[in-house]
């Protein structure tokens, strides 16, 4: 039986988190289970007749479709290529900006300066600068000793996917190294110094110290950065439209993007959402299972 | 307290009675800054000369309108008047989400009297079923715009002797181009990606190709004229003769600025107008001029790039009465077709502006005109932007990514049809 | 002296310095070349943005295109406006964020109740749909609400963010329990608890919170697109595209427009990086 404390806890909890809770359900579930309830109808958005409902017919569909599949691949190679790349980087580039002892607010403000700029001028600026005759191939070819070579930036279906991961690493991975860096600040102090004092170096600081005081942090960056590459859009969106072949980088939200807006069919679209919602429910309750002992404190 | 209570009711209630005597209308339109002038001025006469009335005017982002509108619509909440580009505005008409036009609220004794006022076929694209739905802002086809300076500087001669044919364009497009290794630095001409609709669709048709068949149920007909249209796609791009690419930056956007990276493009007579106030030095010399679409030597069909166009359209759940004022209020606006012109460079096919001194003066207009009487319009089905989208990728993959013309044709073929299937 | 103090030591670890620093300023380098370009760009005429090969410095200043971006292609001046509503979104946005979810944050980390796991995880679903499908049920709630047009459509919808509130669980994951048992001694109930001995010592965390959710509001773009109509209420982003329209680019214009928009986030960073960059934790009151 629950102590008195312990209800008395409880209930404050649950003072917390009610209005979250109450503002979610208007602004999130309504929605959210809108969509589902529309990706059960075959509903074209302009349409003045009521939609026809059809059960798991639109999934059925999906599964069958050569482009959805294609979807599932696009987006599967720039969530990998994107998520390992931002992980590894924000962790490493937190560490060494976190060790600096001068420049430290120079070099994070630089590395977040990317996203200072609006993600429309982002883009303008980007296509200049993968335009076959911009900086992109100037550089490259100097780098490589070539000379006068395209590197395809958009055209060729491997470039176009590293220029769509290159282009999103810019631009996120100040964003999560900020989310290390603050993590690594509210490890105190004392602990370290008392490790160096006890003899540790450096690597052994950070194995054993470190690393698990931010685990916490670890898996706040593991799953937003999953989340966010995998519902990115922007960065695809505007590489097709300036020219780029789309199926190479067809992710899913372009796609769900594509038939609701392009196609009107919303029902298919939603569909489409709701299994990338589940995917990353999924994904997303599996990291934090990995991630566990949260209990991890200062004693 | 009771007394304030419903002296402060009587006062909404009458204040409510005028509101609801005045009529709202919401006009939703693309942004253009020198059209927006022109518009809110006319809107301002209009509420004066009928202060019932109240009007708003709301612009979005050409590329975005199509989502606001679409959205605002799926929520009933559309405006009562809007343009779009035809091809989006179609599905609009097929749903009977438009409203068809009111001839004597526009000032004509019939509809006849409205097809009379208009280019003849100009109307055919909002025509549906016997109705007519919009009436015309602007309708715009292609022809090539050459800058003489680098055509004269090799010698050529384009007044007296221009490519009339796409192998002529190609040849001297050709010895015009610059490169550095792979990357072209000037192109002598390039294509108008990604509007495969408008500028693709003509070429095959003029071997006699056509992209869907009568009645709709089939698509890619006649597949040597699409094979032979897209080897010379082929030809023109990277593992060709390397003439150019969709991955350029568009053609159009870089001609006003003769930087010497583009000779020649396909644009439409608005960009005449650009010209004059981004380049006036181009404008007023004589280095520069527009000649016709070109046609294949071996063409059966010599048509030329279809045209497309943006029709003002009134919502079709806006009450009886808002309808009426709404197509009033379109008819006020684009009674003025020479200052349309004039001031904003859009045609409106009306025979007025046609027979106008204005439009007679005008640079190169007969090029354009010309050429429109022998175009088609654009493809209006509501499967367009999927077709289009597969289009693009036959041609992207010929071009960029070494598929054979058979095989991206083949691919075309069957993925073309089963998007019909949807319909 | 401990063993780590040898000469041959500390030079290899100043070597190491070097080299990191080297490494960290190559990757700035190219980081910072889309600012770079942006910022010459704003001083040149659209005809030299787009030659190429790019010259870095601008063959003279055109300070015109900075007036022209204030006028707007229009002249009507309207973004001045547009810049006020971005600010008053965003920074409402943003307070109001650091404040739910670091309240809804510290719920879910340190009490143990009857459904915390259900609420965690449906907190966390609304992260994951795509605002591209709710966006429509979404439009119409708002528009029921009579909120089109308005500066609450623009700010309602947004008020609470999952993404603030799974991070600030996180960071309060390993929030010292012995500060707030000290606190519960000393009688303060937990409201108490939460504004003043959880709030200040969490300014690290909410302060990156609150950097990110600002920085994402002034970049919002499709949602303000479409609950927006006048010119009035519409926010930098769309203001910035209405610079990139088919027939009148002026790229130089655009990019004096983006450096005008990227100013305040600057001066937000900047005033607000010193809070998280602390090398003395604030923990380190709880010693002794």
Redesign the interface.
Known sequence: MRSGIEKKKARWGWFFVLPAIAYFSIFSFYPIANAFHTSLYRWNLLSLNPPRFVWFENYLRLFQSEVFWNSVKATAIFTVGTFVSLLIGSLALSILIFSRKRFRSFFQMALYSPAVLSTVVAATIWLLILDPRGLGNTWMNALMGTSGKDYQWFANPDMSRISTILIYFWKYIGHFTILFIAGLSSIPNTILEAATIDGAGSWKKYWRITFPLLKPTVVLVCVLSLIQCMKSFSTQYLFVQSGAPKAPIDVLTLNIYNTAIRDHQIGRASAISVILFLTLILFSWAQLKLGRSEEVSFQ | MKLKGLFFVGILLICSIFAASTIELTVWTHEDPNRTLLEDRYIEEFQKLHPEVSIKRVTYPSAKIRETVLTAFSAGKGPDIFNMEVQDEYPYIVNQRVAPVNPIAMGYKNVEEIYDAYLEGTLNPVSYQGKLYGVPLEITNWCIFVNKRYTNALGMDFDNNYPKTWEALMEIADQLTVRNGEIITRRGFDFRYPYYLTFFIPMVEQLGGYLLNEDGTEAIINEKAWIDVLTFMKEWGPSGRNLGSPTYTAARKNWNKDDGSIVMCESGLYQILRLKSENPDLFHSDDWMIIPWPTFENAVNPVKGNYYGHYYMVNAQSSSEKQEWAWKLIAYMLQHTNEYFEQVGLIQPTYELMDSAVFKEFPFANVFMNDMSQAGCVLLHQAGPRLEELIREAVESVMLSGVSPENAVKTLKSKATEVLEDY | M???DYPWKRTARSLR?II??V??LM??I??????V??IS?SFME??E??????RWIPSAFHWENYAQAIQG??QKYYYARNIFNSLLVAITVTLSNCL?AA??G???A?????G?KI?L??????????F??????????V?NFGW?DSYMGLI??F??N??G???MR??L?????DLLDAARIDGLN??AI?IRVVIPNSI??M??LG??TF?SQ??S?LWP??IT???EMKT???Y???F??????N?GA??AA?VI??IP??IV??SL??Y??????V??G??G
Request: proline share 6%; net charge neutral.
């Open positions: 401990s063993r780590t310095g990191f620093d490494i960290l990757i700035l190219v980081v910072l070349v889309p600012l370009f942006m760009a659209s005809k943005v787009l030659t190429m090969p790019y292609n229009d739910f309240m809804t510290f719920g879910l340190k009490y143990r109740f009857f915390r609420v995880l449906l907190v966390m679903a609304t992260m994951m749909i795509p591209e499908t709710i966006m429509i049920p979404l439009y119409m709630l528009n089109q309602m919808p008020l609470v999952a993404f509130i799974f991070m996180q960071y994951l390993t929030f010292p329990e937990e409201l939460f690290p965390a302060t990156a950097i990110l920085r002034w970049d773009m697109l479409l109509q006048s010119e930098i982003p769309l910035i595209v209405k990139t329209t088919e027939k009148y680019t790229e655009l990019m983006a928009a990227s986030l600057f960073f900047f990086a010193k998280f960059i602390q090398s003395s934790s923990f380190s709880s010693k």
